[in-house]
């Protein structure tokens, strides 16, 4: 239910790239600055889109099995937060990131396949030393350890009472990740640009640089005079060939 939920949803996503392309460029086309609003609305409508697919999935597994579980609303959260675990990589970098589609949907996958490799729950109990400790980064893990059957063939399950829990916090975990690079970001641009101001004011601090600028702003100050001039002999002109009397023609006798 859980893959079909994900491919459901998965062609909306890949387009979350092309509709981010389009609003950018109709926002410079327009002149309008309201891009991130309409991209934090995308967002909405896709996590609402999100949570009414795995709402439906929850409604038939509840209806088929009806058991303790699935009729559980923290497995309602499980399945939820497992799907986002998957999904919010293409909402991050599709909506929040200038990557071309190519390079987003291979990013964004790479959760889906993270999951599949280090996760564990494809084979129950199974795993290499060393790698399956990377289970618990991946909240697929807590959603088998909700299910009596299989519990017991996973190794070092939490407790029932903090598997929530863990569920959000691994489920959010791409997010945290993304955030954390956009961070990074930002303070790499802000120091190049402070750098690039301080370097600035170095160098206009030197006599050369001053020197170069008086002579720049005295011609163009230069040149504007005579522009203005030009145009003051111009207007006048103008006004005192329409002030002149007018020439009369004789009429021929």
């Excluded at 795995?54 to 497992?82: H, K, Q, R, Y």
């Excluded at 986002?84 to 390079?103: D, R």
């Amino acid at each position: 239910m859980r893959p079909v939920a994900f491919f459901a949803v998965n062609p909306f996503l890949i387009g979350l790239t092309d509709w981010r392309n389009i609003v950018a460029e109709e926002a410079e086309a327009l002149m309008h600055s309201s891009v991130q609003s309409m991209l934090a609305l995308k967002t909405i409508v896709t996590l609402a889109l999100i949570t009414v697919i795995i709402t439906a999935a929850w409604g038939c597994l509840v209806t088929v099995l009806d058991t303790s579980v699935t009729n559980d609303p923290e497995m309602w959260v499980a399945m939820l937060f497992d799907l986002a675990s998957l999904t919010l990589s293409f909402i991050c970098f599709g909506l929040y990131s200038k990557l071309p589609l190519q390079i987003v949907q291979t990013v964004a996958s790479m959760p889906f396949l993270f999951m599949i490799f280090f996760s564990s729950t494809f084979s129950p109990g199974a795993g290499v030393d060393g790698l399956k400790v990377f289970r618990f980064l991946f909240s697929r893990f807590y959603l088998w350890c909700r299910l009596p059957d299989v519990k017991d063939m996973l190794e070092d399950c939490p407790a029932d009472s903090e598997l929530t829990t863990y569920t959000i916090l691994s489920g959010c975990l791409g997010l945290f990740l993304f955030l954390v690079l956009q961070a990074v970001r930002c303070c790499m641009a802000q120091a190049r640009a402070d750098k690039a101001q301080h370097k600035h004011e170095e160098i206009a601090q030197r006599p050369e640089y001053q020197q170069i600028q008086t002579e720049l702003y005295k011609r163009a100050s230069n040149m504007i005079a005579l522009q203005l001039s030009g145009r003051h002999t111009s207007t006048s002109d103008t006004i005192g060939a329409e002030t002149s009397p007018s020439v009369r023609v004789q009429p021929e006798p």
